[in-house]
């Protein structure tokens, strides 16, 4: 048994050296749908038909969970996925096996509370609202996952979300940084404006953005607190894997990388977010 990794391309490899980090005997297979990517685009039932297929594929390596590094994937796929695919596929495959999502983490981190908590509503306004900003790809953003879930804990936070729709392409092109931390700055500049004031704190909610978090860091206001996605899978994953001993993450510490792309030696951008090279074996 392994854990899987699922990304449409290649930053799900923040999120999964991260998993690697907290789970150093575990076994990972990783997938970048390379020759789909970006999801961000995409229409919905694209996404879904996507993920699903890629989730098949990390089942067929001997994955027992899959957890979706991919935030568009996740906010679009994972309850369809969960709750009109899953079912079937376990009975076929008689064993357990279940696909997790970054987004739920996130949510988590972001108000403090367990995902299961609901809040109850109150009648009196609140008096202080605490902004969360959202930088996300346009389907996450279309989809308000941020907004519905967090509104369901917590009615003394906000969120508003900033589609970013060249961001991904920008960091998966190696566009140069005066571009990128241009496109972050506007992106920003856009969110406040449509607050009308900063937010208190700032969600990446792609997670190829993590390799540009300095740039996001530079164009908020000084000491803006970011939630980072990796941090916040990582230790949800943690807790999952206590909760339910039925799936075992392995222990012979293997790491293996596929694509759907061109195999081989990865270039730089690869490196950037792994910290060291890579070689892709094609899916």
């Not at 690697?20 to 038909?49: C, K």
């Not at 509370?113 to 930088?135: Q, T």
């Not at 953003?141 to 879930?149: D, F, H, L, P």
Request: hydrophobic share 40%; glycine share 8%.
């Amino acid at each position: 048994m392994s854990i899987g990794v699922f990304d449409s391309g290649v930053g799900g490899l923040s999120v999964h050296h991260k998993l690697v980090e907290r789970f150093p005997s575990a076994d990972f297979v990783y997938l970048a749908d390379q020759a789909n990517t970006p999801y961000g685009g995409r229409p919905g039932e694209e996404i879904v038909a996507l993920t699903r297929a890629g989730c098949e594929r990390l089942f067929a390596e001997g994955c027992s969970l899959v957890v979706l590094a991919c935030n568009t994937a996740a906010s679009v796929a994972l309850r369809r996925l969960q709750q009109s695919w899953l079912p079937g596929y376990r009975r076929a495959a008689g064993r357990p096996v279940n696909v997790l999502g970054i987004v739920v983490p996130t949510i988590e981190a972001a108000t403090g509370l367990p995902w299961e908590h609901e809040a109850e509503r109150l009648d009196d306004k609140v008096e202080k609202v605490d902004i969360v900003g959202v930088f996300s790809t346009p389907a996450t953003t279309g989809s308000r996952v941020y907004e519905i879930e967090v509104d369901k804990r917590r009615q003394d936070v906000a969120v508003f979300s900033e589609p970013c729709p060249d961001l991904a392409r920008l960091i998966e092109t190696n566009a140069p940084r005066e571009a990128l931390a241009a496109a972050v700055v506007a992106h920003v500049a856009a969110l406040t404006k449509r607050i009308g004031r900063n937010p208190d704190r700032a969600i990446l909610g792609c997670t190829h953005y993590e390799i540009v978090a300095d740039l996001f860091r530079q164009a908020l206001p000084a000491g803006t607190p970011v939630i980072h996605q990796p941090d916040a899978t990582a230790e949800a994953l943690a807790r999952y894997l206590q909760r339910h001993p039925e799936y075992d993450p392995g222990h012979g510490g293997t790491r293996r990388f596929l694509t759907t792309g061109a195999p081989g030696p990865q270039n730089g951008l690869v490196e950037t977010f792994w910290g060291a090279p890579l070689r892709f074996e094609p899916a």
